[in-house]
């Protein structure tokens, strides 16, 4: 029945132990490379799948809002720390300001090429040099000014 089926049955010789022992003993050692591969390459997708966890919660506790919040209010806190300067005080013998605020208090028209004075206040170039030239004060709070203490301002 195994002579129809090509199988020839013959006993194993020294020489046939020793190639399937070798055999063995390749297989054996190609088989300890691919585990020990396997085994590192699990080991450093383990450690890379715990270093991505503690990063997404690093970055969900970052841009969590109570965090976003607290940030903001340490910004407002920062800004908050130092108040704004007081502004000088309105001279009685001083120009009046007009109610709309981009007019010049000296011409009352819409300022031309912006200035101010030491005081902060804002008008036409011309205008407030020729009256700090006259009366070398402010036109507003008649603090002593000069015209080299005028300054150009650029509005957007």
Known sequence: ALWFQGITISRLTSEDYRDFSMA???AKKQSSYI???GSKAL???RTLLIASAV???LLEWYFSPEN???QESQNIADL???PPPIPPALSPNGVSLPSNRSLCPLCHES???PAISVS???FCFLCLQHYVSEHKQCPVTCLPCDETQIRRIYEA
């Open 68 to 70: 976003i919040n607290r």
């Open 55 to 57: 990063g997404f919660k």
């Open 35 to 37: 585990s020990q591969a």
């Open 24 to 26: 063995e003993e390749i």
């Open 43 to 45: 080991g450093f997708m």
């Open 120 to 122: 902060g206040y804002a």
């Open 111 to 113: 300022r031309k090429n």
């Open 80 to 82: 908050r720390s130092v």
